[in-house]
């Protein structure tokens, strides 16, 4: 369990049109400033945290739409996705010991003409994702077989929706409403010989730490992502928790924490263990555009766990401290565009028994 973790937030209005001109290079050059800020004031503060057991000393969050797309259709395609991923790794490498976590829009194809190959391809995320939601029994022919009948990521996208994470909270019947809408265009789109022009968009946050993606979590429903003709936004996967090196995160996206995606996710899946103080993440961190904090969806040890509410709107932007005697706000040193704190864990070990990885 870490001692100390010096948090850096970009604490920026993502929905500003001059920052929504932003090309994708200029966001990555503010996080790597970003980095570099977090590494000098680690250096001057707390030196001895880089030669420490602590496999993470630093985390850099961002606001829900910092890689966001202009104009009607806030997504990236699914290449400029992977671009950002891949630049993203990059940038981790550079600073060791620091996690970063990015939220991406982002869309891709729904179309394949090689349904085989493809789901070759998807085999191995699939298989991934299946095992860290503890499902080991996996058939690769079976999979395949399912596969030949019809488009292997519109299959994808049935399981994604009709799985058994997709009844995870109070938006079961608006994700059954989802897979309705995506069959209903499918039918129209292959009336009109269009069908390739079908796309499915999600929000993902992904983890980077020294080069390596570490973990991911989608968004559970989206609001307003999506608002052009054709394109279907696909909820989240997983129970929104994410187990990283020493400690937990709990991931809740903007609207998403007004609906308690977190607290009442556990309570509805079968296959997730009621949250307690045992097994409750050790942050609870909170990407939007705007959403007031609600304190009866926050999900965090209260024996020291944080609170952490990365905003474009800065009343929402929150660090917080849950004690057993309360609650303490955390001292912000605002440089430029980042707000830093310091999160001090108790001296006691956390319990840390979460039961998967999202």
């Known amino acids: 369990m870490p001692k100390k973790i010096l948090l850096i937030d970009i604490a920026v209005n993502t929905l500003d049109p001059l920052f929504l ?59 400029e996705a992977r671009e950002i991923e891949r630049e993203l790794a990059k940038l981790s490498v550079e600073f060791p010991k620091i996690l970063l976590i990015a939220p991406i829009i982002w869309k891709k194809s729904a179309y394949f003409t090689d349904e085989i190959s493809e789901a070759k391809k998807d085999f191995a995320g699939y298989k991934q994702d299946k095992e860290q939601r503890g499902i080991t029994s996996l058939d690769h022919e079976r999979y395949l077989e399912k596969c030949r009948t019809q488009n292997s990521r519109i299959k994808k996208a ?69 608002r052009d003709y054709g394109n279907i936004f696909v909820s989240g996967t997983a129970i929104p928790l994410v187990q990283l090196p020493e400690l937990s995160l709990g991931i809740e996206f903007c609207s998403n924490h007004k609906f308690g995606i977190l607290k009442k996710g556990h309570s509805i899946s079968a296959n997730s263990p009621t949250l307690n103080e045992e097994n409750k993440p050790h942050i609870h961190l909170i990407m939007s555009a705007f959403i007031r904090n609600l304190p009866e969806n926050v999900q965090v040890k209260k024996t020291g766990g944080f609170l952490v509410h990365s905003s474009s709107e800065p009343n929402s932007r929150t660090y917080t401290q849950y004690l057993p005697d309360g609650t303490k706000s955390l001292d912000i040193l605002q440089q430029n565009d980042f707000n830093i704190v310091t999160l001090d864990f108790p001296p006691h070990p956390f319990h840390n028994d979460l039961a998967r990885p999202a």
Request: charged share 30%.
């Open 21 to 79: 001109a932003k090309t994708i290079n200029e966001k990555l050059s503010l996080i790597k400033n970003a980095l570099a800020t977090l590494e000098t004031t680690i250096d001057t503060s707390f030196p001895e945290l880089w030669v420490s057991s602590q496999k993470i000393v630093g985390i850099v969050v961002m606001p829900e739409n910092f890689f966001s797309s202009a104009g009607k259709s806030r997504q990236y395609l699914e290449k």
């Open 158 to 226: 049935e399981q994604i929706i009709d799985g058994p994470a997709g009844y995870f909270f109070d938006f079961k019947d608006n994700i059954k409403g989802v897979s309705n809408e995506l069959y209903d265009k499918l039918r129209e789109l292959r009336a009109k010989d269009e069908r390739k022009s079908l796309t499915i968009s999600r929000t993902t946050a992904r983890f980077f730490l020294n080069g390596k993606q570490i973990g991911k979590c989608h968004k559970g429903s989206d609001f307003e992502e999506v």
